[in-house]
């Protein structure tokens, strides 16, 4: 370690009356890398916006290199070398644009690189795109991108600024274990470059392979700093929290009745066919790689995807939805992943966002009636515990733990026979993520749940049982008792390969 | 509520509360009755067109064909009654109908075949301009002229069909002001209060969230724009029954004023959203200002730069002022 | 408008030139060989009812003629309008007429026409060449015989309201008549002047007049010269009731305007018109001396006619045909026509 990169003293920030930033005192030594642990609401993206130039702090300094840094927008952070990768992909990234274009953009936009043939473009951004181990097409528009590739992209723009405070803002919540190695791997390097990493992250995982030093926040100030080896990150999570969190205690339950049946299910063509048996009352998880075929799974069963091949039951009868109004109708909900895209209507408040598939039940013939969709709000508000000043609120004000509530609260309105949800982890602080899991599993006796997760913990916090997916297939199943976490994802990854 | 906030929400009404305050200190016949309702009048075919724009823009879209729409029914219309020698109901329900069917293939391109909706529109306002010239070669239809298979057209403007743009109830207020007004409440009704309307608002602010609460997305958009044509030809039946005859026209004025219409709308009560109330309210705002303006004797000029000033500010409400205040909090 | 009796000339051409091949032979070459002459119309405004039948009167003098006729439509785009006059050149027609346009993009095209040796005409675009005859239905003439009939029918005290687009140079000749008359007349008051080019025209005008009539209700007279202006003035002052107190005066005419002058009750008094399609007829004319070797002169001017609303209800008139067909004046003028020319019969719908 060679000293503080960067010093922030007494930094605060309000947003009207809410005081965000309450007084920061933190050092961000170079060759080191920092985790920023923090609830929603902590302040830790607030943090990062006055760090990154999107914000400018009211109070308070921040030197960088022992001179005063006060960056008045994002580009002049940049240029002055601090580089930040957000954690909403698309802030990172031009979807329009192909990918080498976008791994140019910021020379580009700086004249270094003026008008180019296609052909030198990708000639020049392909090093910047192995540095990161991207294998995507350098022509394709980064729109075509899966969720990983794009957040590879904004990671490998990030990476091409020589930056002297890379800040990493959830980087690895899209990623898969094969991709998040590869960035554990660059960040490694980079450390032993000297550069000064401030990495935001809610994974153990990463936290416990990546961190020299913890950070902890709470209600805008610094809770707790960790930097003795080994690392004290239960510590760190009751600093963050405030109180202690308890592992969650789990009985796993045999389940019902059969709900849905695959038989002989074939995901694409080429794979091999696999049965799944999941039983009311029953939570299951299926967990694996990404691009293991969860995704399609999910969608064969939401009626976006069909199957290749295979029988599927819903409570004995054949099921092969064509759309997800034919699915909805029969009773099988999806809280599809990457919540942003997918599921929520950013214009509008919690309450219509609550009401959404389950429009017709709130109205008399073609008009809405709007008591009942605030009752139905103020249920759904108190039931899933969204923190909140109350329904009207926009959706755009929750935090993403939050936002996430609404989003499964939403098809938790009316009850279901086969609630599918995809990845419904993704960028939601641990507390929310207790929150949802306890509901879900309250709420689970009259259906059967199917959760689909990357993250093996995740599985092992809400599954009765557990499914292990490779190459469009389950691989492996077990009952989630005394599990050895550490096999199971042995094997999703052994099977991948 | 701040003073920003207050701004936001109220700004606009006032500014329109003030305009009419100063165009009635100027000038002592503006705050009549008859005044007034001809101001309404001269808003109302235009007033009609953007509330149907409004219900494309709902869902995300937009539609260049509106204008195009209106003159091809006030040619249609003109060519049922003077050639064909129809009926005022056989007129209206044509130009209904064609207005809806346009809609129909609007629609059709844009969820069907993936034309995006600005150029699908604009290629059929392109086609629209022209079909409506082909049977009179061009010739604007009126009782006497000469058909292009020989002969002379003998039909005339039904009394009926006159009197839609014609006639008064009371004695005061014309029927199109009623027809504006009624079709300013329905769409208000349908968009605010009902379900669909919802659903094509969830359209437009994210379509994927909505396929995937199981709204049926494609016929929501289709409908959008059968709403849209058909208002258009109503507007384009009114503009018949007022001018009497089937005058060859673009309709590009009619479209650019509705379109104005429904933009400067977003600013309305700090909506920030295609609205029909606000659409109304920016039909009348536009109204207002050329009424008091042509009483002042200020040239042509003067009132399309003045109409452009206005939405302008109306944008600046809608994207400066609301867009921050929304996104300091993230 | 065309199809049937545009066919029925081609035909009856043909016969012409089959059955009396004397005829044609004395006329001046290149006429006494018809069939291998082509004239070309380049256009820069084409809809309306205006350019249908200017173009009807083209089409008419050019089968009179036994020849040929090529039409390019520019659609009001000055730039493609020059690239047409090129086009005409490299065809190798005879004879172009260019039919309006801008006066800058046109300067050079029609020089280039000239200099490769094909003579060129222009209605209503001032080409500022001394070689290319104007023809011109008088604008001048227009709004002086119509505001002559307005002081005859009002006297000369008068409220007046007028109409009026700067920048259009037919609107612009017709508005120096207008200024003359006011200064000719004191007791014409002017207290109110609006106009739009805003499409449907009548329409937008219609919105600013019925402003204008609420505003100052002691207007007597509109001054609309322009018969799309007059029919949106007729709108509001129909929708104002007010068509008992003021009087339209307007210039041009089509169908639909005679209809209007003579409903009953009607505001709109008279007009002035030039047939359009007279005017056509001429610019054929014109074209056809040059191309002949004969100098139609530096202005072919096509005079126009006073056409009231008593004059159309005496002599029971409904439509243009009836109106060229009843009032001679209307149907022909004595312009660009020697000896040789073949006149086109009146149309007999």
Redesign the interface.
Known sequence: MTGAAIRIEGLTKAFGPNRVLRGIDLDLPAGAVTVLMGANGAGKSTLVKVLCGVHRADGGRVLLEGRPFAPASPAEALRAGVVTVHQAIDEGVVPDLDVASNLLLDRIADGSVGVASARRLRAAARPLAEAVGLAADLGAPVRDLPLADRQLVAIARAMAHRPRLLILDEPTSSLSEAEARRLFGLIDRLRAQGVALLYISHRMGDIRRLADRVVAMRDGVIAGLFEERPLDTAGALRAMLGRDLGEAELEPAAGGRPVLEARGLVLRPGARPFDLVAREGEVIAVTGLVGAGKGTLAGVLFGTERPAGGDLRLDGAPFAPASPAEAVGRGVFLVPRDRRRNALVPDWDIGRNLTLPFLHRHAAGPFLRPRSETALGRRMVEEMGVVCQGVRDGIGTLSGGNQQKVVVGRWLAEPCRLLVLDEPFQGVDIRARRDIGARLRETAAARATLVLVSEVDEAAEIADRILVMAGHTIVAEHVNRALDLGAVMREAAEAAA | MTARDFAIRYGFLLLLLGMVGLFGWLQPGFLTVPSAVFILQSVAITGILALGVTCTLVVGGFDLSIGAVATSALMLAAYVMVVWEMGALAAVGLCLLMGAGVGLVNGLLIVKMRVPDLLATLGMMFVLIGLQRIPTEGNSIATGMALPGGGVAQGTFSPAFLALGRYRLWDVVPLSVVFLLLVAVLVWVFLELTRHGRLMYAIGSNAQAAALAGTNVGAYRIGAYVISGTLAALGGILLAARLGRGDVASGNNLLLDSVAAALIGFAVLGASRPNAFGTAVGALFVGILLQGLTMLNAPYYTQDFVKGAVLVVALVFTFALTGRGARARA | ?????TLGRVAAALLASAALPALAQDRPAPFDNPGEVEIALVRYL????F??AYLAGVQRQADALGVSLRVFDSRQDAAVQADMVDQAIALGVDGIIIQHGLTESMREAAQRALDAGIPVVAFDVDVENEQIPQIEQSDRDLARLVLEQAVEDNGEEWVAAYVY?PGIAPLDRRNEVWVEFKERYPGIQEV?????????????V???A???L??N?NVQVVFAPYNEFA?GVK?AV???GMSDRVSIYSADI???D???MREPGSAWKATAATNPAVVGEVSVRALAMLMAGEDPGRQVIVPPSLITQAQLNEENI?????LSARIPAFAHADVAAPDWMPLPSAPQ?
Do not use: H, W, Y
Request: aromatic share 4%; charged share 20%.
């Open positions: 408008m065309i199809t049937r009796r084409s809809t309306g009812d350019f249908q687009v109110a002047q609006f106009g739009t080019l805003d499409n449907p025209i009548a329409n937008s219609a919105n600013q019925r402003a204008v609420s505003a209700p029919r709108i129909d929708e104002a089509s169908t639909a005679i209809g209007a409904s439509s243009m045909e009836e719908d």
